[in-house]
């Protein structure tokens, strides 16, 4: 099992798949100590675990704990397993059609910062106003876990990038994308009031983001690229080095010749998984270069 979970988590431009498996498999490992805390006795641990997972609604508590910036759209409701099911059925509808047009670098970005928005949104609007309605204030709970702002700019995203792009739905048939986002947008707005406002809230500024990100990109500016660029930098922390050999020996002529070949066979390879996983766009001049000149032999 663990094999094939690694081999579908490194299969190329599959970044919903990726997202989808970090989601999972928080859920369970958490769910599995919180049973554990609970047949043992240990459950001020666990709470204190899963406290710092999710984010807190004060400014004063986030201070403290600024990462949960980030965990809290990888972590879910422990006591409703249809919170994550239907969260991960949503994005990966969503995820796959944003993979095949924009690939899974910018579904990755967008992601990320669709929980940031939620995120901030949500703090916004328990810190700044001066005095918060009183259903934002109850349904906080003291903190907010959930993907559902990431989603909600997925599925923006993919709804302001391709509008009549239809799902078939059971027992409704083919419906536009663009009605599917929109129906969400107006639940969450309707349950701004509701016992889960905070989340909600947070829908909307995940959603905020997936329209502006996608329009942003039409407009050649990528806001998600520093996230893929910290990735990148992460990824390469973990990549081994190839051991440099210096040999100072001549070889034949004919020998030099093929392995100069194959050198530059395996470098348009890369070039061309590059382009499968991130577009043309994401090419250097050099490696544009080096494609157009192997095109011409």
Do not use: C
Request: charged fraction near 15%.
């Amino acid at each position: 099992m663990l094999e094939e979970f690694k081999n579908a988590f490194h299969r190329p431009n599959n970044g919903h798949i990726q997202l989808i498996i970090i989601n999972v498999v928080v859920f369970v490992v958490l769910s599995v100590l919180h049973v554990f805390s609970e047949w043992f006795g240990f459950q001020d641990v666990f709470y204190l675990i899963h406290k710092n997972f999710a984010i807190p609604d004060m400014f004063s508590e986030f201070i403290k704990r600024p990462w949960t910036l980030i965990t809290y759209f990888f972590t879910h409701d422990l006591s409703q397993l249809m919170h994550i099911l239907f969260n991960m059925l949503i994005f990966y509808w969503f995820g796959k059609l944003f993979v095949e047009y924009l690939g899974s670098d910018k579904l990755i970005a967008l992601y990320v910062l669709g929980g940031i928005a939620g995120a901030l949104i949500y703090l916004g609007a328990y810190n700044l106003i001066p005095n918060p309605p009183e259903f934002i204030v109850k349904s906080s709970g003291g903190g907010m876990v959930g993907a559902s702002g990431a989603i909600f700019a997925v599925m923006v995203g993919v709804a302001t990038l391709l509008p009549d792009y239809s799902f078939n739905l059971l027992f409704i048939g083919p419906v536009k994308i663009k009605y599917i986002a929109g129906f969400y947008i107006l639940v969450s707005f309707i349950g701004t009031t509701g016992s889960n406002a905070g989340g909600n809230i947070a829908h909307l500024g995940g959603a905020l983001m997936g329209f502006i990100y996608v329009r942003q990109l039409q407009a050649a500016v990528n806001w998600g690229s520093w996230i893929t660029a910290i990735l990148d930098w992460v990824k390469n922390l973990f990549k081994p080095q190839a051991k440099v050999k210096v040999t100072y020996r001549k070889t034949e002529k004919s020998k030099t010749s093929s392995s100069s070949s194959k050198a530059s066979q395996e470098e348009i390879d890369i070039i061309l998984d590059k382009i499968s996983d991130r577009g043309y766009e994401s090419l250097s001049k050099d490696e544009k270069e080096k494609l157009f000149n192997a095109s011409k032999k």
